[in-house]
């Protein structure tokens, strides 16, 4: 408040001359705040004084107002609830009040208001009243809370963008992280913010990024802006992942930013890795499919000849029957096992056609003992004159499995040869063929050879199609094992010698037990 004071000598007249100038100034600065209502308060708030800035916001002409209580300015809850008093207490008590609330129009409309009140005293400190501003707020604040739900609206589309987004500034200090680029990434927004984008980057990347980045700044040569590249990135851990990454430039307000987004190809890449695996496979089935159909012309047109083979025999021994001659006698037993032989190749050369052709092999009971030793003299042909003892371990008593007898005897006649010729520059030849008890129902047959061994990285292929130790083999015998074994509900199997050599296994299912049959 300003006072005037006359010292001697002093015109009072021109005093107050002095002080109405003053005054009307006041009232007319007071009145050109058209954005402001201005207005004082009696200290039992009363209005004394009163801008057009508050006609123009309120409504109320100064004749209308001038005299009335301020209460006439809130809404009817903040009347009721006794808070225009309380605000003037809070002014009286603090000097000053600073708000944001609502008020009241003549009209009855409400308007959010920026409120500020500010108790008076004169020169005695006696309470002279109240002064109080009005900025009316509500289109402001409206179009802030605009702003705010762009921005939410904004920050919930990107957060939703499955590519990583990071915004830094023309320094490459990072200045947003998105949420897909916290997973992407394994950072939490903290962390990566205010940093170097670098730290993203694999060393030798991050080695060259300043300098592009600089370069571009003076010479505006792009390296990776405005263009989409294929990159390598480095997650939290350490680990390197292969990326697509596109970076947008823009100016706001002088300040060059840079937008990069950032795709994850991992799983790309892993899929495209799977679909080649897959079309291999594809080439492969369809190799095992055409050497399938082979096999069974094969069979059909091998089993004719053997036939014929047979019977060329029975008549030759026919032809020599009685004959006294000893010699003949002998040839005469030779013609009968060679004869069954050929029956028996003829066996085995229909059941493989039956297989290949998904028909009814036969599974019938079996005496295990019996099965071996009529594969073994089959597989074994050639082993004497080839110099291999052979060492037979059988299991005691009866055994009788369940099993197709032809394609079990061709697993171990086609795993007697393998070992045969393993051992044909080995100086120890032993062949062991033995059988045990593998676990409760099955039996395991195991053939064993002293040859040079196989390596842990080829063995662990061994029975794929195609996979095999020999130069001039197909790779298909061993194949054609597994899937005969693993069709018994067994599996099959190889291991290293420790003298040196391999020992190849596979299981069988033990016969059910008959009625009648018990346990000694």
């Known amino acids: 408040m300003i006072a005037s004071q ?217 390296h990776v802006i405005g263009n989409v590249r294929l990159e390598r990135a480095m997650r939290k851990g350490g680990e390197t992942f292969p990326i697509e990454l596109a970076v947008g430039e823009a100016s706001i307000a002088g300040e060059r930013i840079f937008t990069g987004f950032i795709r994850d190809l991992t799983n790309r890449h892993a899929t495209e890795r799977r679909v080649q695996e897959l079309q291999s496979e594809l080439v492969h089935v369809s190799r095992v499919s055409a050497m399938g159909t082979m096999a069974s012309t094969l069979a059909h047109e091998i089993n004719q000849p053997l036939t014929a083979i047979a019977n060329y025999l029975e008549a030759t021994r026919a032809m020599i029957d009685g004959s006294a001659d000893p010699l003949l006698a002998d040839i005469a037993e030779a013609l009968d096992l060679a004869a069954a032989q050929s029956l028996r190749a003829g066996t085995i050369v229909r059941r493989l056609r039956a297989f290949v052709d998904g028909g009814d092999t036969g599974f019938r009971d079996e005496a295990l003992d019996l099965l071996v030793e009529e594969a073994t003299s089959l597989g074994l042909l050639g082993a004497h004159e080839a110099g291999i003892a052979v060492v037979n371990t059988a299991s005691p008593g009866p055994i009788m499995v369940r099993v197709d007898r032809i394609q079990i005897q061709q697993v171990l006649v086609n795993l007697i040869r393998n070992a045969i010729h393993a051992m044909t520059a080995s100086p120890v030849r032993t062949l062991s063929i033995a059988t045990a008890p593998e676990r409760d129902g099955w039996m395991q047959v195991t053939v064993a050879d002293t040859g040079s061994g196989i390596d842990t990285d080829v063995r662990a292929r061994l029975f794929e199609a195609f996979a095999t130790t020999k130069e001039d083999g197909m790779g298909l015998g061993l194949s054609i094992c597994r899937t005969i074994v693993e069709a018994h509900g067994g599996r099959i199997w190889a291991e290293g010698v420790t003298n040196g050599g391999t020992a190849f296994h596979f299981t069988v299912p033990l016969a059910a037990p008959q009625e009648g049959d018990t346990d000694d």
Request: glycine share 8%; hydrophobic share 45%; net charge negative.
């Open 6 to 222: 006359s010292s001697p000598g002093t015109d009072p007249q021109a005093v107050a001359r002095g002080d109405a100038a003053l005054a009307e100034e006041l009232g007319l600065l007071i009145d050109g705040a058209a954005t402001y209502a201005i207005y004082m308060l009696d200290p039992r708030g009363r209005v004394t004084i009163w801008n057009r800035g508050a006609e123009r916001i309120k409504g109320w002409a100064e004749a209308e107002i001038i005299g009335r209580d301020f209460a006439i300015f809130y809404p009817a809850d903040d009347i009721a609830a006794g808070k225009p008093e309380a605000d003037l207490a809070r002014a009286h008590c603090d000097g000053r009040i600073e708000e944001e609330s609502w008020r009241v129009r003549k009209d009855g409309s409400e308007f959010l208001a920026h409120v500020t009140i500010t108790a008076l005293h004169d020169d005695a400190g006696a309470l002279r009243g109240f002064g109080k501003v009005i900025r009316d707020i509500t289109h402001e604040k409206a179009a802030e809370a605009a702003i705010v739900r762009r921005e939410h609206h904004l920050r919930s589309i990107l957060n939703t963008v499955p590519d990583a987004m990071i915004v830094m500034n023309e320094n490459g200090i990072v200045a947003s992280f998105s949420a897909a680029a916290e997973l992407v990434f394994g950072y939490a927004a903290s962390d990566v913010i205010g940093q170097n984008v670098a730290m993203l980057m694999p060393q030798v990347e991050s080695r060259d990024h300043d300098a592009h980045l600089g370069k571009y700044r003076h010479t505006g040569e792009r």
